[in-house]
Nanobody, 123 residues
């Protein structure tokens, strides 16, 4: 339940850009707040950005301010993460998840991670 399929990850040079997508799997995400999270080996998932059903945006990672933006297309059941000015510290596996509060952003996931998409920033 509430699974996403993430895509768009790649190897990119520092300063580059990427656009990640996640597609809701077998459920209508229109009503839910959805967050992007990232994880590096040995650490817990870190909340990056969250978007409510009405387009309200909450940011949780100071390091991505003014570089990452989140958006959604409810008609396509997709959420996007536009990443610019990428840094080596952005290297991680990136995941989408419905927020623990369902309709509001809290920075916590409801759980049930998908496969994620790997972003590697390296020269």
């Amino acid at each position: 339940q509430f699974q996403f399929k993430e895509s768009g990850g790649a190897l990119v040079q520092p300063g580059g850009s990427l656009r990640l997508s996640c597609l809701a799997q077998d459920f209508n995400m229109d009503h839910y707040a959805v967050g992007w999270f990232r994880q590096v080996p040995g650490k817990d998932h870190e909340a990056v950005l969250c978007i409510t059903r009405d387009g309200g945006i909450f940011d949780y990672a100071d390091s991505v301010k003014d570089r990452f933006t989140i958006s959604r297309d409810n008609a396509k059941d997709e959420v996007y993460l536009q990443m610019t000015s990428l840094e080596s510290e952005d290297t991680a596996a990136y995941y989408c998840a419905v927020d623990k509060r369902y309709y509001y952003c809290s920075g916590q996931s409801i759980g049930g991670w998908g496969q994620g998409t790997q972003v590697t920033v390296s020269a």
